[in-house]
């Protein structure tokens, strides 16, 4: 009888690890995908691109999205916006929690027409 609990504990101990490490994981992505439209679309030396107050806004909402995940950071500015091409660069800035700041490079990781895949650096 003991034998057979251990071994239901033990499972159901493995499942909650699975379930949270999952959680973790889709929660903490750092990649995102944004449609361009007429509210998110910039200019940037004469390319298309995602407004930086898009990028700023995402970027510091998923930067500390769980307690255990990242920095908490608040004021995160661009300088500007991030152009709508394969491995364009911007690097972003925000205040810590605790003092201090936070560089956070942000690259295009595919783009076409209508939508920009990008992902930041935590």
């Known amino acids: 009888m003991q034998r057979r609990y251990l071994v239901t504990a033990v499972g159901g101990l493995a499942g909650a ?10 929660l903490a992505g750092t990649e995102s995908t944004t449609a361009l439209d007429a509210r998110s679309t910039a200019t940037v030396d004469g390319h298309k691109a995602l407004a930086a107050n898009i ?5 510091q909402s998923k930067y500390h ?3 255990w995940i990242g920095v908490k950071v608040s004021d995160v500015t661009c300088p500007s916006g991030l152009k709508a091409v394969a491995g364009a660069t ?7 929690s605790g003092g201090g700041s936070v ?17 930041f650096d935590r």
């Open 17 to 26: 690890a699975v379930v949270f490490g999952l959680g973790t994981h889709f």
């Open 65 to 67: 999205p769980l307690p």
């Open 90 to 96: 911007v690097t972003c800035t925000g205040e810590k």
């Open 55 to 59: 990028v700023e806004g995402r970027t």
């Open 103 to 119: 560089d956070i490079p942000v690259t295009v990781v595919k783009a076409s027409a209508t939508s920009v895949t990008w992902k």
